[in-house]
């Protein structure tokens, strides 16, 4: 008998880890193949291939983003297949079996929650006496009738076999995310998410574990993605594991869920000392920072200590940190939730993801939904469309929030742009996300792609609509973006205002002869802003790696601490002429620290990666010419980056921008403050 297990992803470059330990545990009694398809693929492209494979069984694994296409395939299937054998397994489908059985009289069986025992013993049953009656796990049809027997006693983890072994898996390994757990369970009781029905969490052994990453590793594994509920609830067991990754890690990249307020402090101070910049990833699900919502959930948060991981994690500059939000939890409205975005925005997460509350099969939250007045989506995702204190109004504008804050923050398209307009043009981060999603639906943008330069032009507009005052800032700003976001030197840019090329001429000729007068630019550390010391100690323990490994991210980057034993706050303070907080006041710095946002990594990034003083480019004019871009700012570049006001900024800057000759061939910027230099010019 011929099984095929499938499933459809959201992208080609993930893995089902579900589906190869299903066929771990029974490929040595039975014929299985894997088919995986996106959710993107055509219906008949995905039918024609598994027609052709000619399996007796066609399993799929089915969860909230794949379910309703998956339904498509299966009844075309059955068309062309009408004697294979149907079965469905996954999360989307172990609740309201019944439900599922009725929706689909194609699927000839559903497993129920764990699968491997499960899925082993109906193959049995189905080469022998189909005595499905026998099968704990399994929903199944007796003529008209739905049969759901009683669930299966969890496995013992260590029993099961690894589904990380397949020779076949080998050669798209480095191409692909690789799923992994550790661990099977949570221990938390969030009502609006499946882990919460599942008591206790069984953990496998940590030496097979340890065995089975060094074989990806070794067979050429470039991204790990972790899928344990909360991978660090057992302190001793984490920091085990984050000092074997760290030994034997060979440019692998890691991705964990943690929960950060449990997060020892002995376990931040060994990966803040020792975690080479790139390698671990975390994403912390917050959801919520309102009390009382986060009660009625049931879920335990302490915001203060998780605030305190993710300073002290950002602090480190190793470890990039994706931080989550659900709008539409109970008895957050759209005030409240702006305050919660705000306090997570805060912390300076390289991610912030925004989503909306859907109403899970078997979750508490779905069973409590009249409740709270939910009105939600018939069919997955199950997405709320409005409760007693979020109506559908405010769910509206929250997308176009989430829309840009995905296309610009999320993107790092302008980092250095949107920390000043949320610093000082907009009362709040969250303000300006939703003033500029309103604009750009109101403009139809939705309706219509974009290349990189719209972005660009599309703020712009935007900003020129509202009467944004320091337009020359912003636009100098955007400058630096743009030219940042390019690997070769861009061929055209999207503002007017050029300089004249006699102007140009004398500065790159300048720039050559007198390489030594530019400047490294500044980076904003953990203890505020400081010039880079490229040739020191300061650089090599700043340089970042790229954690790019088959999915978007920002590049990584360590922090920088000033030289000479000076403080980097001092150093700032120094060059921005502010040496008090009386100074401060007298030279028109805003101080208002409360407002300064953290830099991503994808800014350090930009400024540490690989950096070289100007002169030790040893660049000649006709090099310059080749690999450089420059503009004249008219205001003084470091100090706007270092968080003062537009008035402290006043002055005019030389921006040069390198291409091609840094590590990682990341762009790098460099300056140099035009007043009396430019009359020696």
């Not at 998956?70 to 489908?93: A, S």
Request: proline fraction near 4%; charged fraction near 25%.
């Amino acid at each position: 008998m011929k099984v095929i297990l499938s499933t459809l992803n959201a992208k080609y470059i993930h893995t089902s880890l579900a589906l190869r330990c299903l066929k771990a545990y029974s490929e040595k009694d039975f014929d299985i193949d894997i088919a995986e398809y996106t959710i993107k693929d055509p219906v008949m492209n995905i039918v024609s291939d598994l027609y052709q494979r000619g399996a007796d069984v066609i399993g799929f694994s089915c969860y909230i983003w794949n379910i309703e296409e998956t339904i498509k395939v299966i009844d075309n299937l059955k068309k062309v297949m009408p004697e294979v054998k149907i079965l469905l397994g996954g999360p989307e489908v172990s609740y309201d079996t019944e439900y599922w059985m009725n929706r689909i009289p194609n699927v000839d069986f559903i497993v129920m929650g764990e699968g491997e025992e499960t899925l082993h013993q109906l193959l049995t049953e189905l080469t022998g006496s189909k005595k499905f009656h026998f099968v704990y796990g399994l929903a199944y049809r007796k003529g008209e009738e739905v049969i759901l027997m009683p669930g299966r006693p969890k496995a013992d983890l260590n029993d099961l076999p690894s589904p990380h072994r397949f020779e076949e898996d080998i050669p798209d390994l480095g191409k692909r995310v690789v799923y992994f757990e550790t661990s099977r369970g949570c221990p938390f009781s969030c009502q609006f998410c499946l882990s919460s029905i599942e008591v206790g969490v069984r953990y496998y052994d940590i030496e097979r574990t340890k065995s089975d990453i060094l074989y990806l590793i070794e067979k050429g594994a470039k991204l790990i993605k972790f899928v344990d509920r909360t991978f660090n609830i057992k302190r001793d067991y984490a920091l085990e594991m984050f000092k074997f990754l760290i030994e034997n890690h060979q440019g692998t990249v890691f991705q964990f869920e943690i929960t950060a307020d449990i997060m020892r402090p002995e376990v931040l101070d060994y990966l803040a000392e020792n975690a080479p910049p790139g390698t671990f990833r975390f994403e912390i699900g917050v959801q919520s920072t309102n009390d009382p919502t986060n009660e009625l959930v049931k879920r335990r948060q302490n915001f203060t200590k998780l605030s305190r991981t993710v300073n002290k994690v950002k602090a480190s500059g190793k470890i990039d940190q994706h931080l989550d939000l659900i709008a539409g939890l109970p008895e957050e409205d759209y005030n409240t939730f702006r305050k919660t975005f705000n306090d997570v925005f805060a912390l300076g997460p390289e991610e912030l993801q925004l989503g909306f509350l859907k109403m899970l099969r078997g979750t508490g939250l779905r069973l409590d939904a009249e409740k709270y007045n939910y009105t939600y989506m018939d069919h997955a995702p199950y997405e709320i469309l409005g409760s007693d204190v979020l109506p559908f109004s405010d769910i509206v504008r929250l997308k176009r929030l989430e829309d840009v804050l995905e296309k610009y923050w999320n993107a790092h398209r302008m980092d250095h742009t949107l920390k000043y307009l949320m610093e000082q043009e907009f009362n709040s981060p969250f303000d300006f996300f939703q003033a500029f999603g309103d604009y750009w639906e109101g403009q139809g943008w939705q309706k219509i792609g974009h290349q990189l330069e719209d972005l660009f032009t599309r703020l712009h507009s935007f900003l020129e609509s509202r009467n944004t005052p320091h337009m020359d800032i912003v636009l100098g700003l955007m400058k630096l973006d743009y030219f940042l976001g390019h690997k070769y030197k861009p061929r055209k840019i999207w503002w007017d205002d050029v300089l004249q090329k006699d102007q140009w001429a004398g500065y790159m000729k300048t720039l050559a002869e007198r390489p030594e007068d530019v400047r490294l630019p500044r980076v904003a550390g953990a203890a505020g802003s400081a010039w880079l010391e490229s040739s020191g100690t300061g650089a090599s323990a700043a340089v970042g790696s790229s954690a790019a490994a088959g999915e978007d991210s920002a590049a990584d980057a360590a922090g920088v601490i000033g030289s000479d034993g000076e403080d980097a706050a001092a150093l700032a303070a120094r060059d921005a002429g502010v040496m008090s907080a009386a100074d401060g006041a007298a030279d028109g710095v805003d101080g208002n620290a409360s407002r300064a946002l953290p830099m991503t990594s994808a800014m350090t990034a930009q400024t540490v990666m690989g950096a070289r003083d100007f002169a030790d480019l040893g660049l000649g004019e006709k090099e310059l010419q080749k690999h450089a871009v420059l503009d004249v700012l008219p205001f003084r570049l470091e100090r706007v980056l270092a968080g003062a006001s537009p008035l402290a900024a006043k002055g005019r800057t030389l921006l040069v921008v390198v291409y091609q000759q840094h590590e990682g061939q990341q762009a790098q910027y460099y300056t140099l403050p035009l007043g009396e230099e430019a009359a020696a010019m």
